[in-house]
DNA sequence: AACGCGTGGAC
DNA sequence: TGTCCAAGCGT
């Protein structure tokens, strides 16, 4: 859950998911949807579905893998997360090399390549300071001091040297490029998209919903109805060849949503039926919030519910 | 190697 | 409002 996502917003999410899957073999035999509809709103989805395959892999193994190669062949587990759980839950001497570390490395070293080219570079200078006895005698501490020191002293802009330990060693401080460190390549512009979804319920309290395909963005997902999402502006009449049903469709209103790489746009058009019929599925409407909804879907139904 | 892949908080 | 970016991984 922590790749890519702060602590802040894993911790609910943790709490939620382990006492659902209290098991690996829990998780193993849990259906996928039941463990995404657990993570829906966390995002990066793919972690969810690696997760759910690595709980298999683990489980038709009969145990988690006690080395770094073993780990980092199960779904989901790169280089940093091998090397975390090697350090943190088995106490091998592996250094995980995360943003917090490669900020404080490439400090300490004034390694000033642009990432991601500089990777390497600064996973050879962590591997040294890993080789340091303390280090690898308490490996967990050694991974978490690292994490911790990037998180609360040598952070992103303007990190706070004042108060840090390896002030005196630090070479881009010594240049006084401390701040300019690790040096990123410039973003790309961020398109724009559009799209039109559809809000359809009936007098059984329930409304049309339908799974995204599993693999690509917010895979295995559950949405509603709606467009592609394009470059261009939809017209009505044109978004309405997707309708799921013909029927007296009304504005609700436009939701905004900024993923990482691109914005879209999307017109919410809603509607009411006796019986609600299309590609899909009906789901009760007081059951929305165990739905594995994205959040910018949970922005549409917010936007059609209040309109 | 570069890109696709979510979200929400901090500033 | 916009911008940055967080305990990365898979392709």
Not at 132 to 138: K, L, Q, Y
Not at 139 to 159: E, I, K, M, R, W
Not at 292 to 304: F, Y
Request: proline share 8%; with cysteine; net charge positive.
């Amino acid at each position: 859950m922590l790749q890519q996502t702060t602590v802040g917003a894993v911790i609910p999410y943790y709490e939620r998911f382990v006492s659902r899957f209290p098991t690996v073999r829990a998780l193993a035999d849990s259906p996928l949807d039941a463990v995404l509809s657990a993570w829906a709103g966390l995002g990066y989805y793919a972690r969810a579905r690696n997760l759910h395959a690595c709980a298999r892999a683990v489980a038709d193994s009969g145990g988690f893998p006690s080395d770094l190669a073993g780990l980092q062949a199960l779904p989901g587990i790169g280089a940093y997360t091998a090397a975390a759980i090697g350090a943190i839950a088995f106490g091998l001497p592996a250094v995980p090399v995360d943003g917090n570390v490669e900020r404080v490395v490439s400090r300490v070293f004034a390694i000033d390549q642009p990432m991601p080219a500089a990777k390497p570079a600064i996973r050879d200078a962590a591997l040294r300071l890993g080789a340091d006895p303390m280090a690898r005698e308490r490996p967990s501490d050694f991974a978490q001091a690292l994490f911790d020191l990037g998180a609360t002293v040598c952070t992103p802009g303007v990190p706070a040297c004042g108060v840090c330990p390896w002030v005196g060693a630090c070479a881009a401080r010594a240049l006084g490029i401390q701040a300019s460190l690790p040096r990123k390549a410039p973003k790309k512009v961020r398109p724009v998209r559009y799209g039109v979804h559809f809000w359809l319920t009936d007098d059984a309290g329930c409304v049309l919903l339908r799974t995204r395909p599993y693999q690509g963005l917010l895979g295995g997902m559950t949405e509603l109805p709606g467009t592609a999402w394009r470059a261009t502006p939809w017209a009505v009449e044109d978004a309405m060849a997707d309708a799921p049903m013909a029927a007296a469709w009304r504005a609700a209103g436009q939701v905004r949503h900024v993923f990482t790489h691109f914005e879209l746009i999307l017109d919410v058009l809603a509607a009411h039926v006796p019986r609600v019929e299309g590609a899909g599925f009906a789901a009760r409407l007081d059951a929305l919030d165990d739905a594995a909804l994205p959040s910018v879907m949970r922005k549409c139904v917010r936007m059609a519910v209040a309109s």
